[in-house]
């Protein structure tokens, strides 16, 4: 396949802000952390270059304290999109955790 559809597939998809959760999020972004000054976070991706398109800045999102971050999901507006595992880390204290390095990429059949 030519990169130049690879990147027209990538760049078609839209994702607009990254949440963090505590268990699995399933297909509707349950288990989502609330309380304290928890909100998602807005993220932005790079045109596409062979199908890829790579997050442009680091998100920093604030995390209540005796949280547990173990997921995130990609969503467009209410939508999600995509859900990731992370390695468990609990804040005993409020903090922020930093999403960094997502790609979206185009599927090369």
Avoid: C
Wanted: glycine share 10%.
């Amino acid at each position: 396949m030519f990169d130049v559809t690879l990147n027209q597939m990538a760049n078609a998809i839209t994702v607009t802000h990254v949440s963090l959760h505590s268990d699995d999020p399933g297909t509707n972004g349950a288990n989502e952390l609330s309380g304290g000054t928890y909100a998602k976070g807005a993220i932005a991706y790079n045109a596409a270059v062979a199908g890829v398109r790579a997050q442009t800045a680091d998100v920093l999102i604030n995390v209540p304290a005796g949280s547990t971050v173990s997921w995130y999901v990609l969503w467009d507006g209410a939508t999600p999109k995509r859900k990731g595992d992370l390695p468990d880390e609990f804040f005993n204290q409020a903090g922020q955790y930093k999403i960094s390095g997502t790609t979206l990429l185009a599927a090369n059949p």
